[in-house]
């Protein structure tokens, strides 16, 4: 109660404090946003895929781009777990609009048409579902480059044309955009470019089921998690990105923690008037650290609520992703080293001695 009342009663000096934290939260919020979106720009492709596990070649060091396995595994692994089986190959090549001569970033994700591996589609219709001879699902950020359902892409190498079959959100992998084709589409295309080209896959996906029974000689059982921290630059962009995201909230807190103590320091003579007349320690921590809650939650719900409501707004090619989960563990981050930061308060209370402040002779 005292700390609302107090609150109330230096509405203006306490406004602007929490107009600090709150754009201190939101920078954070928001640099933790370009952090998950920059991450997931490298590893979205392979994070949406409904496998828990990956048979790679052993050779491969759980990369999965470097992996080669036989089309005879296929059946081997299927002879050995009960879950669900479905192959797929990774290729980064370019791709032509018809009668355009601009080359288009892209990864194929060659799967199984209705396979647990293809992806919804936001506009048009799935693989499965498509009757063209080559259909292709494309990722959103290509609708930006002018590509509407059901016009012809070329691939840029062999010039085999695709026929847009549908639209996907968020599929991309080590900064580019994806496209889905069959295998069947994938086998035409290496064939075209290697004549000698045998059929082999990456990876072959396992949807669920029991793995720990399964030995294939020169293979192994990778989990996705796995999968994803060895994608090229993933583990060393997102550690470094994260950890300037840690240090902003941890300076952000310790600069509320200043503040606290500079109004503590300024307030040394009522908080001595309140010892003196039998107001403990106890009483005055939980009013110290109740208008510091209050500060943080607040400043923390209404940057949370800038940083998503800025997000809707932002262009889709930037590149921001922010969880509920993860915008809620960095605000309970900072309201719990805010009050860690006021403990400096507290200890700069419990030193107060009531009859030298009363008296006039503290500095």
């Known amino acids: 109660m005292l700390a609302w009342k107090e609150l109330f009663y230096g509405k203006k000096k306490y406004l602007l404090i929490e107009l600090l934290i709150t754009l201190l ?32 070649s052993d050779s491969a060091e759980d990369i999965i781009t470097v992996s080669n396995v036989s089309a005879d595994t296929y059946g081997q692994l299927s002879s050995q777990t009960d879950g669900e089986l479905a192959a797929l190959d990774i290729q980064r090549m370019y791709l032509c609009r018809q009668n355009d001569d601009e080359k288009l970033n892209i990864v194929y994700f060659a799967i199984e048409p209705g396979s647990f591996l293809e ?7 799935s693989l499965s579902e498509s009757d063209a001879e080559n259909p292709i699902l494309l990722d959103d950020d290509f609708m930006l480059e002018g590509i509407k359902v059901g016009d012809t892409v070329l691939d840029s190498s062999t010039d085999i044309a695709f026929t847009v079959a549908g639209f996907v959100k968020d599929e991309m992998y080590g900064h580019v955009s994806i496209g889905f084709i069959s295998i069947d589409t994938y ?21 669920d089921g029991n793995v720990d029974g399964v030995q294939i000689e020169d293979a192994q059982i990778v989990s996705k998690a796995d999968i994803i921290q060895n994608v090229p630059s993933y583990t060393a ?13 941890i300076v952000s807190a310790a600069i509320i923690g200043i503040f606290y103590y500079i109004l503590t320091l300024q307030k040394r003579r009522q908080f ?10 106890g009483r005055l921590s939980g009013i110290v650290i109740g208008q510091v809650c209050i500060i943080a939650v607040c400043g923390a719900v209404i940057a949370g609520l800038l940083t998503f409501g800025m997000a809707a707004a932002l262009p889709e090619t930037m590149p921001f992703y922010l969880k509920i989960g993860n915008a809620l563990l960095v605000m309970a981050a900072f309201i719990f080293i805010s009050i860690v930061s006021s403990l400096i308060s507290i200890w700069n209370i419990s030193k107060v001695d009531p009859i030298t402040v009363i008296g006039g002779t503290d500095e």
């Open 25 to 56: 939260i939101f920078m954070v919020l928001f640099l933790s946003g370009l952090a998950e979106g920059l991450g997931r720009a490298v590893v979205a492709g392979i994070d949406n895929l409904d496998a828990a596990y990956f048979l790679l």
């Open 119 to 125: 992806p919804k589609t936001i506009e048009g219709v």
């Open 187 to 207: 086998t035409k295309l290496r064939t075209e470019l290697n004549p000698m080209y045998q059929q082999e896959y990456h990876a072959i996906a396992i949807k």
């Open 237 to 249: 962009e997102h550690m470094t990105i994260t950890m300037i995201v840690w240090v902003l909230i």
């Open 272 to 281: 001595g008037v309140m010892k003196a007349i039998g107001v403990g320690m």
